[in-house]
């Protein structure tokens, strides 16, 4: 969820893409892991579907955060490569993982992981710093009015 939230700060509050409230990011999250062992169940059976890849924004070592390939389907073959982070990014999140996730504080680490991971581009990094000493959930309910810390 936390890449979803920063990439929602890229967007332009007045542009084309939508700049949902904060329970809206969160519902959708809900939902989609809700529903994602379905999803996956017929991404697997389906052989239209020649291609699929999932991630996981996900810390690692020394606290750094990476956007890790979970799940792959080439042709008719799905590979897993996390067994236990694809099994947890199939269960309802806590309301506690989600309070963790959107009370987290934007701070230069943040901004330098995400980018690192390319869970968004480099060039985001002026538009992500001004929201720093917010956490998510702050920098998500300002954007989503229009509104931003200089205003």
Known sequence: MPTSLLRVLLRNPLGKDPCPSLEAI????ERIRKHRAHIIKKIRQESAVKKYELYCFTKLFHDRCENLLIAKKVGDRLAIFHDDL??????????????????????ADLIESAIASEAVPASASPKLEIWQGMTLSEAIEMHSKGLTPLT
């Open 26 to 29: 969160v519902g959708g999250f």
């Open 86 to 107: 694809f099994a947890k990014s199939c269960e309802l999140p806590t309301k506690k993982e989600i309070e963790d996730q959107v009370s987290q504080v934007i701070t």
